[in-house]
T-cell receptor, first 113, second 111 residues
């Protein structure tokens, strides 16, 4: 079974631009969660999508948004990038919503200059 | 402040030594999960603890949950370079079903 894949793996953007990250979950998994990891704040929950609906949302500004498609693939969008958005963005998939049994992708390293 | 505080923040040990990482919660725990992350990569699930006093082991890693103290410990016996990485504890909020993580402990094992 293929694992969780994230594209792209690395990304460099300029302040003010927007970015879209993609996550393909493990086949059969309907839940996709997104996390932001930074040295200062650690690993923080962004949001979770299950069956194309946002089920949970963390404490992030509205510039961070996401969606999930009918094939469970998910995208995360960050608009009007700020320097502080530089981070490793991880997605995790699971069979059920809010499940600890999450399988993580390798992450997308976003650098904002 | 973080709801899950881990200590120590970083650890450097000689290969073969034992070590312990602690995870303390500021709120009641309804289950505690341990993950390992290789630098710059995704997380790997290690084990889950649900009941007070529960102890689980996988190879040379043992985790315990002390519900009264709202604390969990992860103990590695006879550490190896393959144990190096960032160890994170995690929990699920009883409201909102959000998964959240501890501050992380960076482990370096010197051969």
């Amino acid at each position: 079974k293929a694992g969780v894949t994230q594209t792209p793996r690395y990304l460099i953007k300029t302040r003010g631009q927007q970015v879209t990250l993609s996550c393909s979950p493990i086949s059969g998994h309907r839940s996709v969660s997104w996390y932001q990891q930074t040295p200062g704040q650690g690993l923080q929950f962004l949001f979770e999508y299950f069956s194309e609906t946002q089920r949970n949302k963390g404490n992030f500004p509205g510039r961070f948004s996401g969606r999930q498609f009918s094939n469970s693939r998910s995208e995360m969008n960050v608009s009007t990038l700020e320097l502080g958005d530089s981070a490793l963005y991880l997605c995790a998939s699971s069979f059920r919503t809010a499940s600890y049994e999450q399988y993580f992708g390798p992450g997308t390293r976003l650098t904002v200059t | 402040s973080q709801e899950l505080e881990q200590s120590p923040q970083s650890l450097i040990v000689q290969e073969g030594k034992n070590l312990t990482i602690n995870c303390t919660s500021s709120k009641t725990l309804y289950g505690l999960y341990w993950y390992k992350q290789k630098y710059g990569e995704g997380l790997i699930f290690l084990m889950m603890l649900q009941k007070g006093g529960e102890e689980k082991s996988h190879e040379k890693i043992t985790a315990k949950l002390d519900e009264k103290k709202q604390q969990s410990s992860l103990h590695i016996t006879a550490s190896q370079p393959s144990h190096a990485g960032i160890y994170l504890c995690g929990a699920v909020r009883n409201t909102g079903n959000q998964f959240y993580f501890g501050t992380g402990t960076s482990l370096t094992v010197i051969p």
